[in-house]
T-cell receptor
Framework: GAGVSQSPSNKVTEKGKDVELRCDPISGHTALYWYRQSLGQGLEFLIY????????KSGLPSDRFSAERTGGSVSTLTIQRTQQEDSAVYLC????????????FGQGTRLTVV | AQSVTQLGSHVSVSEGALVLLRCNYS??????LFWYVQYPNQGLQLLLK??????LVKGINGFEAEFKKSETSFHLTKPSAHMRDAAEYFC????????????FGQGTTLQVKP
């Protein structure tokens, strides 16, 4: 596609429910990142994919968070048993390869847990 | 571990004044460095990047940044601020080699006063 696409753009969910956030990277981009941006905070790294594997998932806050990537393309970030502190904007980015190549960001999914 | 520090979470300048946003990185190996801008309710957009080709890097919208290895800095400047420059600015570092992780600073909100 022309850019990184994330869906949904907004999600309101009840505490305790599971949510799935989707990211469609730019076609051909092998690297894919998930970040979380909370109000007044910077970008918190969650997980990074190279192809379908995740060499670095050190930023996932707890075992309620998981992510997968299939076909070297679409990625899904799943949050189980959502808590109010999970409310944030979840950003996805992709890049063509490691080192020196900028990451292109999607518009983000704004998650609100009520 | 690699880290990025942005000094000053908020910077306020008058229209027409010099903009200086500070960024320092911590890395044993000079990384690839980036500045991104995030306008209100929008995704992140690349301003400029350093990839060792030149220490002074020019970006979009009149911004530039200078890589100083001795100071481990990559400060962002613009000679004359415009109202449209009001946004949040993020410095980011990507380690050379197969590290995979793009690390962001906490961000600096730039306010431009008329």
């Amino acid at each position: 596609g022309a850019g990184v696409s994330q869906s949904p753009s907004n999600k309101v969910t009840e505490k305790g429910k599971d949510v799935e956030l989707r990211c469609d990277p730019i076609s051909g981009h092998t690297a894919l990142y998930w970040y979380r941006q909370s109000l007044g905070q910077g970008l918190e790294f969650l997980i990074y994919f190279q192809g379908n594997s995740a060499p670095d998932k050190s930023g996932l806050p707890s075992d309620r968070f998981s992510a997968e990537r299939t076909g070297g393309s679409v990625s899904t970030l799943t949050i189980q048993r959502t808590q109010q502190e999970d409310s944030a904007v979840y950003l996805c980015a992709s890049s063509s390869h490691l080192g020196g190549t900028e990451a292109f960001f999607g518009q983000g999914t704004r998650l609100t847990v009520v | 571990a690699q880290s990025v520090t942005q000094l000053g979470s908020h910077v306020s300048v008058s229209e027409g004044a010099l903009v200086l946003l500070r960024c320092n990185y911590s890395s044993s190996v000079p990384p690839y460095l980036f500045w991104y801008v995030q306008y209100p309710n929008q995704g992140l957009q690349l301003l400029l990047k350093y990839t060792s080709a030149a220490t002074l890097v020019k970006g979009i919208n009149g911004f530039e940044a200078e890589f100083k290895k001795s100071e481990t800095s990559f400060h962002l400047t613009k000679p004359s601020a415009h109202m449209r420059d009001a946004a949040e600015y993020f410095c980011a570092a990507h380690g050379s080699g197969n590290t995979g992780k793009l690390i962001f600073g906490q961000g600096t909100t730039l306010q431009v006063k008329p």
